[in-house]
């Protein structure tokens, strides 16, 4: 089921033999607005929810990024500290949808990812990558940080290698740096590969014990529950500097 919007974006998800498929798109390099945000949100956790889904694969269409991470658009729109906490809410929503899964999800991380598409790969209990999705946190190339998404980020790749890509915003990391770091479990030398092994494992998770799956899950997510104050808590910050002088000329220029 799917809605397309008039600009051609979407949040589309079917279930087949235990594997619940979550795909979205945006024309603008998967850039993520409020509707997609929250399309998104609600798609997982329908998917959670069904009795049919034994693993829920989380992928994007199109050939450039994964995920650009927040529209600049919408951020170049927030007029005051509650519209932006709204906005970068979207994304804890996701996150927080993804760690409440019982199911375990694999993410087909097929090209770069920035800021909150980082924290979507990071939220994936086993992400399969190209050797074409290297990750940026370029948050504070726009006047703001990776608050919202670091609690995910930090989780996978450890508070050193987070503070880095935190600090270093304006450096791409390799798919390699990744695998390294832990964010990616696999990374494929071509699309066609990463397809295959992307089918493997969901078809060899399907096959697998839902309730065995069910417990690896709860003990991979032990100690999160206070994500659920912790991230919008972090919105607020992000909401509150995306207001700021130096955030909204840098944010004006580049949607210019």
């Keep these: 089921m799917s809605t397309i919007h008039a600009d051609g974006s979407y949040v589309k998800s079917t279930i087949e033999n235990g594997v619940a498929t979550i795909e979205f798109f945006h024309p603008k390099g ?10 998104l949100t609600s798609a997982i956790a329908n998917a959670s929810a069904s009795t049919d889904t034994k693993v829920i694969l989380l992928r994007s269409a199109g050939e450039k990024a994964f995920c650009a991470g927040a529209s600049f658009d919408e951020l170049a729109a927030v007029k005051n500290e509650e519209e ?41 209990d086993y992400a399969i990558a190209s050797e074409n999705a290297s990750i940026k946190l370029s948050e504070l190339k726009v006047g703001i940080g990776p608050f919202v998404i670091g609690p995910a980020v930090e989780r996978k790749i450890g508070a050193a290698a987070f503070s880095q890509m935190a600090i270093d915003a304006g450096n791409w990391y390799s798919a390699a740096w990744a695998l390294e770091k832990g964010l990616y479990a696999e ?32 003990m991979l997510w032990t100690g999160m529950d206070h994500w659920s104050t912790l991230l919008y808590e972090r919105a607020g910050i992000s909401g509150r500097l995306v207001l700021t002088q130096a955030s909204r000329i840098i944010i004006e220029g580049l949607i210019k």
């Design 30 to 39: 998967n850039a993520m607005p409020g509707q997609l945000l929250s399309e």
């Design 84 to 124: 932006g906490k709204i906005f970068f809410s979207g994304f804890a929503n996701v996150i927080n949808a993804m760690r409440k899964a019982p199911q375990l999800i694999v993410g087909q991380i097929h090209s770069k990812c920035v800021g909150g598409g980082v924290g979507i790969a990071a939220a994936c």
């Design 187 to 218: 990374v494929h030398a071509t699309n066609e590969s990463l397809q295959e092994a992307v089918s493997k494992k969901t078809i060899e998770l399907a096959a697998s014990s839902l309730e065995a799956m069910k417990e690896i899950k709860k």
